[in-house]
């Protein structure tokens, strides 16, 4: 398992994690907190994997499935086969968190 920082403020598009060739992208838990009211999504390349998160200014989102965790886990976001991790802002305001993740086989 990998953890990563999250920590943007462009609006749009953002890699957070790139994609390896012939691996998904499985995400464990995350943590983000935002300055500022935003709405935001995860998505695999250019697809959307999530729908839009609302985010109220000083406000966080904090995801993690199961008892198992870290040791297993049930993923709670994954990647198509190569294709990297992005979020998504809908404004150019600053967030921040976290990214428990890790790559597998196809």
Do not use: F
Not at 45 to 50: D, N, P
């Amino acid at each position: 398992m990998l953890t990563i920082k999250v920590a943007t403020s462009a609006s749009g598009d953002s890699t957070v994690i790139a994609g390896m060739p012939n691996k998904k992208i499985r995400v464990l838990c995350y943590a983000i907190t935002s300055s500022n009211q935003n709405m935001i999504k995860w998505k695999s390349g250019s697809t959307e994997i999530s729908g839009e998160m609302h985010m109220p200014a000083g406000g966080n989102i904090v995801i993690h499935m199961g008892d198992l965790w870290p040791s297993g886990g049930l993923p709670v976001l994954e990647c198509a086969i190569g294709e990297s991790l992005v979020i998504n802002l809908q404004q150019a305001q600053a967030i921040g968190g976290h990214i428990t993740y890790y790559y597998v086989g196809a």
